[in-house]
């Protein structure tokens, strides 16, 4: 049974601040790392993906990954209250054939 | 229009009914996927397809059936419906590129049974 665990929110921060969603996983030969992007009522929507240890930029989003400690995160710098939704981490698992997900984090950001 | 489509948006049955959601895709790809969606418990995968001919089981595959019909069509069947089958249905949809590749999910069926 492969595993990928979010923390528990919800999570609620100002409006500026940065947020910080972590996700771990089970399957140490997992791929690759997506995290999606989910408002209420709405489908997900991919915001980014990471398969290299290390950080990957891509404006106010950054997403860390540390295979050796089976963890990654998304950090969302200078929160707006447009950022309020559910947070999805997606992990590739080792045979490449299909994503397994975290139960979400619903984040928060308040003006 | 949209990329991804599933029909019908939301449907009211009741236990015992049978009851067919559809997903069509003018994207291309080869892959499909049906998704449960219940609140806190983010998307469990029911069923996938890598091609007409290739169809898997997920996690929670009982008590549901798929038929993919062609590339472009992937339905999903409840034989015979039960509450507990009341949720949020999401089809999604992938190329293979690689091991990065993105899915594109449906806007999303509200499915509930009385």
């Known amino acids: 049974q492969k595993e990928v665990e979010q923390n528990s929110g919800p999570l609620s921060v100002p409006e500026g601040a940065i947020a910080s969603l972590n996700c771990t996983y089970s399957d140490r030969g997992s791929q690759s790392f997506f995290w999606y992007r989910q408002y209420s009522g709405k489908s997900p929507e991919l915001i980014m993906f990471?398969?290299?240890?290390g950080d990957k930029e891509d404006g106010r989003f950054t997403a860390q990954l540390n295979k050796a400690s089976q963890y990654v995160s998304l950090l969302i710098r200078d929160s707006q209250p447009s950022d309020s939704a559910t947070y999805l981490c997606?992990?590739?698992?080792?045979?490449?054939?299909?994503?397994?997900f975290g139960r979400g984090t619903q984040l928060t950001v308040w003006p | 229009d949209a990329d991804v489509t599933q029909t019908p948006r939301n449907r009211i049955t009741k236990t015992g009914k049978r009851i067919m959601l559809e997903c069509s895709q003018t994207k291309g790809h080869d892959r499909m996927y049906w998704y449960r969606q219940d609140p806190g418990l983010g998307l469990r995968l029911i069923y996938y397809s890598f091609d007409v001919k290739d169809i898997n089981k997920g996690e929670i595959s009982d008590g549901y059936s798929v038929s993919r019909q062609a590339q472009a069509k992937f339905s999903l069947s409840l034989e015979s419906a039960i509450p507990n089958q009341t949720a949020l249905y999401f089809c999604?949809?992938?190329?293979?590129?690689?091991?990065?590749?993105?899915?594109?999910f449906g806007p999303g069926t509200r499915l509930t049974v009385l």
């Open positions: 997606a992990v590739r698992g080792s045979t490449l054939r299909r994503l397994y």
């Open positions: 999604a949809t992938s190329d293979w590129t690689g091991f990065d590749n993105e899915q594109f």
């Open positions: 990471i398969y290299s240890n």
